[in-house]
């Protein structure tokens, strides 16, 4: 049983990760484009807006499922 | 509640009211028999799970209608009493958010069809209607709710995946809909055999990734809300285990990031949902 804690780990910080990366590069681009063309600012955000809920989707489903992993398989 | 430790506790608040057909011979959780199939409430998680594929989620149905029919009738509420003078919060609530999706539509959407915005409207206010219940805590409604003689009784439809695929299957529906109308049988079928690599050899490999792609919108759309609204969820039921005194320290801030999530998700969902009837009318 103690392995769903590391498969629970793993999920976690793996996903952390990847969207921390993936929001780098967001957040940087994102800054990037508006000090280049501020006129665009709007348009730039809510584009981005999306994204990151795309972004946020898989790591956020993975913290639900290494909860379930870990308090309702395991414990 | 009938949860007596952590676990179930948990389990508990992740299982719907269900109503369904029990087979004949059944033994229930209390060790009494069923004569013949019967249709009935589930009183346990294992009961619910045996009912099987045709069975009915009665709090997700019912709640996702409430909702529904709150939204209408806001809606027409508003829409009746407003004034071109000095418009009330509520008046001013609703314009904002018309205006919002409106924004929406009309950057994405580049067909014609008098049926998006108003669709677009729809999905965005629902979902966003039955994803803010969740920032109810956990335990009042359940409690009421069992205090009614309802075992379980989970209130946020889009933690149900047969909510979120309820609507996300009626969008896909509507894509092949408009797929087969604008683009006629021959149109859609031409864009499916000959879109990424345009030579008569590639066409069962072309075949394979479109089709693919199409089938995974509905799935990604649905599983994308349900995953969010569940791993929320799933965080607050486990905040609803610590100590009283300590819990807003957790549940403040979650509540207030899924503030985020909630409105992020139902603007990703309506966003998504009009760029994909956006490419169902494009006709090449």
Same mark, same amino acid.
């Given at each position: ?6 498969? *629970? ?9 990847? *969207? ?27 584009? *981005? ?16 499922? *290494? ?9 | ?16 009211? &269900? ?77 904002? &958010? ?6 929406? $539509? ?9 049926? $998006? ?44 995946? @047969?909510?979120?695929? !309820?609507?996300?299957?009626? $969008? ?30 590639? $066409? ?22 349900? !995953? ?22 957790? @549940? ?20 998504? &949902? ?11």
């Amino acid at each position: 049983m103690e392995m769903v804690y590391i498969a *629970a780990a793993l999920i976690i910080g793996l996903g952390a990760l990847g *969207a921390g990366i993936g929001f780098g590069l967001l957040g940087g681009k994102l800054l990037d484009s508006t000090a280049r063309q501020p006129e665009m600012a709007n348009q730039l955000q809510t584009k *981005a807006f999306i994204m990151a809920g795309l972004l946020d989707a898989v790591p956020m489903i993975g913290v639900g499922i *290494a909860m379930y992993l870990i308090f309702v398989v395991a414990g | 509640m009938a949860a007596d430790t952590p676990v179930e506790y948990i389990k508990h608040h992740l299982t719907n009211l &269900t109503y369904g057909k029990l087979p004949g011979g059944y033994e229930r959780a209390d060790g009494s028999v069923v004569e013949e199939a019967t249709w009935t409430f589930a009183r346990t998680g294992q009961e619910a799970a045996d009912m099987g594929f045709m069975a009915f989620h009665v709090d997700t149905l019912g709640w996702s209608i409430a909702m529904g029919v709150l939204f209408l009738g806001l809606f027409r509420f508003v829409a009746n009493k407003a004034t071109t003078g000095t418009p009330g919060g509520l008046q001013n609530a609703v314009e904002m &958010t018309f205006e919002f999706v409106q924004g929406i $539509v009309r950057d994405v959407f580049h067909g014609k069809n008098p049926l $998006v915005a108003p669709l677009a409207l729809t999905i965005f206010v629902w979902i966003l209607l039955m994803n803010t219940l969740k920032l109810i805590p956990v335990d009042y409604i359940p409690s009421i709710a069992h205090a009614l003689g309802l075992e379980y009784f989970k209130i946020v439809p889009t933690t149900d995946p @047969n909510g979120t695929f !309820g609507i996300s299957i009626g $969008v896909f529906l509507l894509i092949l809909f408009y797929s087969f109308k604008i683009k006629g049988v021959g149109g859609f079928a031409k864009e499916l055999s000959f879109n990424p690599f345009n030579h008569w050899s590639l $066409v069962p490999f072309n075949l394979v990734l479109e089709i693919l792609a199409l089938i995974i919108k509905p799935i990604s759309l649905a599983l994308r809300l349900f !995953g969010n609204m569940y791993a929320g969820e799933v965080v607050f039921i486990l905040i609803a285990l610590l100590p009283l005194w300590i819990q807003w320290t957790l @549940n403040v801030p979650w509540a207030i990031f899924h503030i985020l999530v909630v409105t992020l998700q139902a603007f990703i969902f309506t966003t998504l &949902t009009v760029v994909y009837l956006s490419a169902a009318h494009e006709d090449h």
